[in-house]
């Protein structure tokens, strides 16, 4: 079923496995205990930075497998994307699965993106399992997006610093918690940022449509979730989302953000949080999920942000679009979910 922009599962699929692999800087933050492999060389032995995220990915889907106990041969597709141009860090990925790929690129809201087409495959009965996949990398990025580190360029208060790791999830039609109940694909915006180093601001916008557009939907206020998950804001961009939630009349108290997450701002050298496509991706996997599953949390509403800008657009002076997808997820089919006037 669709109301507006929303889909609507009258049979919400699970996501049956989950995993998250992060590396050195992940290993130092608040989440590490949570993560199902955390590597210490950066590099995994490889002589390129890009050639170690295809390896970070590859241990990620190979975890998430063996966590579901299933064979590659078992997935119908597998959704995923990366920061690298042509998404090769997930192509090259995939030269290791016998699996249909079916490459994306929607930046650091990839994860979310990927997540609701696969359970909107899943739920169509079109597949049986569809695992969804993201991976960035902090020193690939770097060198792709603003500056190699051999330059040793001063990085601004408003910059975030892009996750070394990847998540990956697979749905399947049953099975448990966490349930997919709705899935809203955002709109691309662009408010003019021009600066390269400010991401959450040009993200931020974007995730404010798309969290209204799913209240206008749905009829659902923010206090029948435990939690609203944004992608990878950053402290700037989460300080104007919730500044433009509230001249919208939609204050939100129970709102946090991945890259706020996945770092302590106060104990590492991370300026204004975390970022990349494997930011939302690895706390999904290894916090979200997980504490559906467990009871911890009942609802919440998911959030991937992304800046669709590539090195290109930025030296020809281009601003940097904005988009976000969201994923409303449940420990709870429908039925048994009690909200104020009854049941939707």
């Known amino acids: 079923m669709r109301k507006g922009d929303t889909i609507l599962f009258e049979a919400p699929p699970s996501a049956v496995a989950y995993a998250a692999v992060g590396g050195k800087k992940e290993a130092e933050g608040p ?9 210490a060389d950066t590099l995994c032995g490889e002589k390129t930075w890009e050639k170690a995220e295809s390896d970070f990915a590859r241990y990620c889907l190979e975890a998430a497998l063996k966590k579901g106990r299933l064979q590659a041969d078992a997935l119908d ?57 993201s991976s960035s990398h902090f020193c690939a990025a770097e060198r ?3 500056t190699p580190l051999d330059y040793g360029g001063k ?7 892009t996750v070394t790791g990847a998540g990956a999830a697979i749905l399947a039609p049953a099975g448990g918690p966490p349930y ?29 449509e798309t969290i209204l557009r799913y209240f206008a939907d749905t009829g659902e206020k923010p206090e029948h979730f435990d939690a609203i998950f944004t992608g990878d804001l950053g402290f700037v961009g989460r300080t104007l989302l919730l500044q433009l939630l509230k001249e919208e009349g939609l204050p939100l108290e129970n709102h946090q953000d991945c890259g706020l997450l996945v770092y ?9 949080g975390g970022s990349g496509a494997g930011c939302s991706a690895t706390v ?27 090195q290109t657009t930025f030296l020809q002076g281009e601003s940097i679009p904005g ?20 049941v939707r």
């Not at 690129?105 to 739920?123: D, H, K, N, Q």
């Not at 990085?155 to 610093?161: E, I, L, N």
């Open 180 to 208: 997919v109940r709705a899935v809203t694909f955002g709109r691309v915006r662009d408010y003019n940022v021009t600066d390269i180093n400010n991401m959450g601001a040009a993200m931020a916008p974007a995730a404010c």
């Open 144 to 146: 792709q997006f603003r």
């Open 77 to 133: 597709a597998v959704f995923a994307g990366d920061l690298q141009c042509q998404c090769t860090a997930s192509a090259y990925t995939m030269r290791g699965f016998d699996t249909p790929y079916l490459g994306l690129y929607g930046a650091c809201s990839t994860m979310a993106e990927g997540f609701g087409l696969a359970a909107c495959m899943v739920a169509g009965g079109h597949m049986q399992y569809a695992a969804a996949m």
């Open 264 to 272: 302590d701002r106060d104990a590492q050298n991370v300026q204004a």
């Open 155 to 161: 990085r601004t208060p408003t910059a975030q610093w």
């Open 31 to 39: 989440l590490a205990d949570a993560f199902d492999m955390l590597i």
């Open 284 to 310: 999904l996997c290894c916090h979200v999920l997980p504490a559906l599953r467990e009871g911890r949390m009942k609802r919440v509403l998911f959030l991937s942000t992304g800046a669709l800008m590539s």
């Open 323 to 342: 988009v976000a997808h969201l994923i409303e997820l449940s420990s709870e089919l429908p039925e048994e979910t009690e909200k104020g006037g009854g």
